[in-house]
């Protein structure tokens, strides 16, 4: 008995919290819900980050409903996804029962019929929602990686490519423009160019080649384009926070596509938003549902942009939850980041399950509940919490019997949602694709335009005039080169530049460095319209200055790449 008053009063203290929270439920003493125990989160440690772990059927959906909807009605936006379809019913309010009010009210609640403000979004083309597109361009070499299932020496290849792409001006919208560059690479007209970057094969291009091929045959084509989702919209307040809600039953055989794509959307939120600092309740709650697809097979590269922003998207004010069947899902660097854990049962029928069961035990503080049981014990609805206080302390670990959500548990009727969806204040923006001039017209344009031109009589070769031996001590060496780029990048960027030589591979001289024009795209001038490059360098130009249009080349390029984000995606100040 005075094990279980101890428990009771550390859990009503350690709840006991000054500030605006969400009312997760009430704790579970001796087998009984204890409606004096209230278990609740404060709304400004959400940006700290979460975890809703437990085994399949245990409940994890229903209790992110349930926080997003009171996060909804807190006036703080939320995001998720929809990966089985159940989620649309946070549209619709729930019809009350006798049986939901007495369990409400055995955790000291009551029902409250709601219908939430949803915004329907869906990947690429479709009936399921507002289409969400990325450009290639803006989706970026690393995650486009990840959807092509490269290996880290394609993945390198690519994202030479796109450094290609940027320094000749050739917009990459949809996989068509992407696809025609590689073409135009591996073409004879192309292979000049080819060969001077960094030594790409053209093997590994075709194998990129080949992969987007097979993109376009599973249909993942309308994914890619224009109009671009600005993730702003994922920010509205109306009234009450609007619950985005990404549906996705048409991908959940393509689980690497959307946790991809679902990366994407939160690399752009931590490129565009400015820094805020502590705040009073976040901007943004962001769900990663099926969380573990995100690690599985990733490059390391891949995994540390994902923990890089795990640490520093709270300063933008927005707050991750990730949801999956296990923290070992996850590693070590992101779950040490999650200050808020909801934990449903964990069922142990194996050795290895009992193994896994201590490892989610050893994630807990620990105090008076007797963890062992309380995890493999806890019944549908129920889970242990622990969050962070307001002074950012852990409190005591609460087996919790959870709130329900006043929407409809289940999917909303087909009816509400398709009026939803047609109502949308964003269906005028993106509902129709648009296809502007890109790389693939571009490209395609200068080919037909070179074909057209009546053959030129040969010009006769002339001799070069002598070339004095070079004095000058301007950069001779690769590393030199990369240095003398970076000094100049720094001088016009006005600031120091953090990005590494080693991402730039160059050769240590420049070996035909502006092939002739008949053989380059064309680059565009100032109203985007192709403007011819610059015929091939005099032979009386000295090495030295060779040299130097290299390395101002190369400190173009660099000044351009800065604007990519830490995932590779593109920085577009749009607001």
């Not at 004879?188 to 960094?198: A, P």
């Not at 609805?381 to 307001?390: R, S």
């Amino acid at each position: 008995m005075a094990m279980e008053s101890a428990l009771l009063t550390n859990l009503i203290n350690g709840y006991a919290f000054t500030t605006e929270c969400l009312e997760l439920g009430a704790a579970i003493v001796d087998g009984s819900a204890r409606p004096e125990a209230q278990v609740r989160v404060p709304l400004s440690m959400l940006n700290r980050h979460g975890l809703i772990a437990g085994a399949t059927g245990t409940g994890k959906t229903v209790t992110l409903q349930v926080m997003a909807e009171q996060l909804a009605v807190a006036g703080v936006p939320v995001f998720l996804a929809d990966i089985k379809g159940d989620l649309s019913g946070l549209a619709q309010a729930a019809e009350p029962s006798e049986k939901l009010e007495t369990r409400l009210a055995g955790i000291g609640h009551t029902f409250t019929a709601r219908a939430n403000k949803v915004e329907f979004l869906t990947l690429g083309d479709g009936t399921d929602g507002i289409p969400v597109r990325a450009t290639v361009d803006s989706f970026g070499p690393i995650l486009l990686s990840r959807v092509l299932e490269l290996n880290e020496t394609q993945e390198q290849v690519l994202q030479l490519v796109f450094h290609y792409a940027n320094s000749r001006q050739l917009p990459l919208d949809d996989l068509k423009d992407l696809k025609t560059v590689l073409e135009f690479l591996l073409s004879t007209e192309g292979k000049e160019d080819l060969r001077g970057l960094g030594g790409v094969s053209p093997a590994s291009a075709s194998v990129i080649l080949r992969g987007l091929t097979i993109l376009q045959a599973q249909g993942l084509e309308p994914f890619f384009g224009q109009p671009e989702f600005d993730t702003a919209d994922l920010l509205r307040v109306d009234g009450t926070g609007v619950i985005s809600v990404l549906e996705l039953p048409s991908l959940n055989r393509k689980p690497l596509v959307f946790s991809t794509f679902l990366m994407w959307l939160l690399a752009d939120l931590f490129d565009e938003l400015p820094e805020a600092g502590d705040l009073e309740k976040p901007k943004l709650v962001f769900f990663l549902d099926e969380a573990h697809l995100l690690f599985k097979g990733a490059s390391k590269a891949f995994t540390e942009a994902i923990i890089s922003t795990v640490r520093l998207i709270r300063s933008k004010g927005v707050g991750l939850f990730f949801i999956s069947q296990s923290p070992a899902d996850l590693p070590d660097e992101v779950l040490a980041q999650l200050g808020t854990r909801v934990q449903h049962a964990v069922r142990v029928f194996t050795p290895k399950d009992a193994e896994a069961l201590k490892e989610v035990m050893g994630t807990f503080p620990a105090g008076e509940l007797d963890l062992k049981t309380a995890l493999t014990q806890a019944g549908v609805g129920e889970a242990v919490v622990t969050v962070l206080g307001e002074r950012g302390v852990p409190t005591p670990a609460a087996w919790t019997r959870l709130a329900s959500p006043g929407s409809r548990i289940g999917p909303a009727d087909a009816s509400i949602v398709s009026t939803l969806i047609a109502q949308s204040p964003l269906a005028s923006t993106y509902s129709t694709a648009v296809d502007r001039d890109s790389a693939h017209e571009i490209l395609t344009g200068q080919a037909a335009a070179t074909a057209s031109q009546p053959a030129q009589p040969p010009v006769q070769p002339q001799a070069p005039e002598p070339v004095a031996p070079s004095t000058s001590t301007q950069p001779s060496s690769g590393a030199q080169i990369d240095e003398e780029a970076r000094r100049i990048a720094e001088s016009i960027l006005g600031k120091p530049t953090t990005v590494p030589a080693s991402d730039f591979p160059m050769p240590d001289a420049p070996q035909d460095l502006d092939p002739a024009p008949a053989k380059r795209p064309h680059r565009a001038d100032s109203s985007g319209r192709p403007a011819p490059t610059s015929s091939r360098r005099p032979a009386e130009r000295t090495q030295s200055n060779d040299l130097m249009d290299f390395a101002l080349d190369a400190a173009n390029m660099l000044g351009r790449e800065v604007l990519r984000g830490m995932f590779g995606t593109r920085k577009r100040k749009r607001r």
